[in-house]
């Protein structure tokens, strides 16, 4: 992911301007690295290293996103809609 795209996600969807580590910066991040190599698993079905480190990521995601449904139920409904998560 280049330094640019990472920080126009951190600038929106950080709760302040230097914002870097709150959950949804974390998964946003988490986020668009999925959706970058998922676009590769798609091109590339026998790159079984690559898959591992999807399944990792959105493992991750997963655990960030309970912790925030916990955490703040409104916080998470917001996330989930801005990002596209859930139908």
């Known amino acids: 992911m280049e330094k640019q795209q990472k920080a126009k996600i ?30 590769h698993m798609a091109n590339n079905r026998h790159d079984f290293h690559t898959k591992r480190s999807l399944l990792k990521l959105v493992g991750h995601r997963r655990r960030l996103l309970a912790y925030l449904r916990k955490e703040d139920a409104s916080r998470y409904q917001n996330l989930i809609a801005r990002l596209g998560l859930r139908k």
Do not use: P
Not at 10 to 39: C, M, P, W, Y
């Open 10 to 39: 951190t600038s929106e969807f950080g709760l302040h301007e230097k914002d870097t580590g709150s959950t949804d910066v974390q998964v946003a991040v988490l986020t668009a690295r999925i959706n970058q190599l998922t676009e």
